[in-house]
């Protein structure tokens, strides 16, 4: 099921990603020579990251490929989030709220990160590799997970479509759908669907994480998404799509670069 698990002997996770790691080939002292080593000084060195850290950094991460090329599901085999909640940080402005989305904006060539309850979904811009990105972010995810630090703290998650009181059949039918059938199988890709509202048989959803950049998104919401909520509630007519401010200025900005690079290929 999962791809490109990645197996980390000592001594490449020392290389690579920076972890401390006592090689079997070097003498080790008991820990009574140890007792007596100043508090200030690493015990062993290794890519400038003491050796009491080696302990913590024993993470079997694994990787798991999604529909959308540009994007990848990382599995820490910790919790990320509580069970049900998603959060997306569709640009690095967002990420304030998340030391850790704060750490792999960092990396270069990363244009977006989604986290579900087990996982996390990076989302590469179109020109990055992924042999260059990857074992960055092995390394931060790591080193975070191994601080204790909380995975986000002036932002709440996005929970499970809550149905109101004053919700209609119709609104309330949705959601539930959206929760028990829909959503699970798209956070399995990755991503997430939220619902945004109902108005005049139409469903407004926003697609999160792997989702929202997906050549395949469009597919999804017309012939998975809509054709499963006509099936069930006749009240809906079709299934659109909805984007926030973040999206839409980038998507201006994205329009206004492409005509101005059209213009400049008109002149020449």
Do not use: H, Q, R, W
């Given at each position: 099921?999962?791809?490109?698990?990645?197996k980390l002997t000592p001594q490449v996770r020392s290389i690579?990603?920076?972890?401390s790691k006592i090689i079997s080939n070097i003498p080790i002292k008991p820990i009574s020579t140890l007792q007596n080593v100043p508090q200030n000084k690493p015990l062993l060195s290794i890519c400038n990251k003491p050796a009491w850290l080696a302990s913590t950094r024993n993470m079997f991460i694994q990787t798991q490929d999604t529909p959308n090329p540009d994007s990848l599901k990382f599995l820490p085999g910790v919790a990320v989030l509580e069970k049900g909640q998603t959060m997306d940080f569709p640009s690095k402005m967002s990420s304030l709220g998340s030391p850790l989305a704060k750490l792999l904006f960092r990396i270069e060539g990363v244009s977006s990160v989604f986290f579900g309850p087990e996982f996390v979904t990076i989302s590469k811009e179109e020109d990055a590799e992924w042999r260059l990105i990857k074992p960055e972010v092995f390394a931060v995810m790591m080193d975070f997970f191994a601080s204790g630090l909380p995975v986000v703290t002036d932002v709440k998650?996005?929970?499970d479509t809550q149905i109101n009181d004053d919700d209609d059949e119709t609104v309330q039918m949705i959601k539930e759908?959206?929760?028990t059938r829909i959503r699970p199988t798209v956070q399995e890709d990755g991503g997430d669907i939220i619902f945004m509202g109902f108005d005049d048989g139409v469903v407004k959803l926003k697609m999160q994480g792997s989702c929202s950049s997906?050549?395949?998104s469009i597919v999804t919401l017309k012939n998975g998404v809509q054709n499963m909520l006509q099936f069930y509630i006749p009240e809906v007519v079709s299934v659109e799509q909805v984007f926030d401010k973040?999206?839409?200025i980038t998507e201006?900005?994205?329009e206004k670069f492409e005509s101005k690079v059209m213009q400049k290929e008109t002149k020449k």
């Open positions: 099921m999962y791809k490109n698990t990645i690579v990603l920076g972890a998650p996005t929970g759908l959206l929760d997906c050549p395949s973040v999206d839409k201006k900005e994205f």
